[in-house]
């Protein structure tokens, strides 16, 4: 099992910049990848950002250029560079991880950070 401790979200006016971070009990090196998500209300979850624990990344289409995914294993923690803010971008936001990569395996999901864009 692993538990992850979102933190970081917060207000913050379009065009701006956030940093959330996410701490993983369990060391990352050792699982096999690790994302976020956001869910807007009345939307369904979205994949924001991935990283395996081989550094390889992904990106939802909306975020391209715009936000970046990494990760330090000396402290168990991933993070989320969030730059050039939309509104659109307003959401609570979810650390995942994948311990095995195996389709159908238990994904283990932090608690949640809200991220609120707006003037």
């Known amino acids: 099992q692993v538990q992850l401790v979102e933190s970081g979200g917060g207000l913050v006016q379009p065009g701006g910049s956030l940093r959330l971070s996410c701490v993983s009990s369990r060391r990352i090196v050792s699982i096999y990848a690790m994302a976020w998500y956001r869910q807007a209300p009345g939307k369904e979850r979205e994949l924001v950002a991935s990283i395996t624990n081989r550094g390889s990344t992904s990106y939802g289409d909306s975020v391209k250029g715009r936000f970046t995914i990494s990760g330090d294993n000396a402290q168990n923690t991933v993070y989320l560079q969030m730059n050039s803010l939309k509104p659109e971008d307003t959401a609570v936001y979810y650390c995942?991880?994948?311990?095995?990569?195996?389709?159908?395996?238990?994904?283990?999901w932090g608690q949640g950070t809200q991220v609120t864009v707006s003037s």
């Open positions: 995942n991880a994948d311990l095995w990569g195996i389709p159908g395996a238990r994904n283990y």
